[in-house]
């Protein structure tokens, strides 16, 4: 089944950190060897918003509101991507989603054709 999964999310204090890991290995594109993955976010009653992307090339783009504090990483062999987030706040608080499109980085939601079912996380303050 063609699908990316995701894993890691949870429940974490103010200052704390977490982990998201996301398999993408299921899927690959015809037309092309380079990709991008990456994480979009969306707290109940608020847009998505683009959080980090990371493309086969390993060129990075982070949403204002986490650079500094979240990192992006790859391993292509696998075609796994993690996201890293410290000094988490409250206000990271939101469903984490996966996505992945062939070609180069963006941060518009619209550009990505495949998503994964999403993973919670939770900053309690």
């Known amino acids: 089944r063609v699908q990316l999964v995701e894993s890691g999310g949870g429940s974490v204090q103010a200052g704390g950190s977490l982990r998201l890991s996301c398999d993408g290995s299921?899927?690959?594109?015809?037309?092309?060897?380079?990709?991008?993955m990456g994480w979009f976010r969306q707290a109940p009653g608020k847009e998505r918003e683009g959080v980090a992307v990371?493309?086969?090339?390993?060129?990075?783009s982070y949403g204002q509101s986490v650079v500094g504090r979240f990192s992006i990483s790859q391993d292509k062999d696998k075609k796994m991507v993690y996201l890293q987030m410290n000094s988490l706040k409250p206000e990271d608080t939101a469903t984490y989603y996966c996505?992945?499109?062939?070609?180069?980085?963006?941060?518009?939601?619209?550009?990505?054709?495949?998503w994964g079912q999403g993973t919670p996380v939770n900053v309690s303050s």
């Open positions: 996505v992945m499109k062939p070609g180069w980085i963006t941060l518009a939601p619209d550009s990505f054709g495949y």
């Open positions: 299921s899927i690959s594109f015809s037309s092309t060897n380079t990709y991008s």
């Open positions: 990371i493309d086969s090339d390993g060129d990075t």
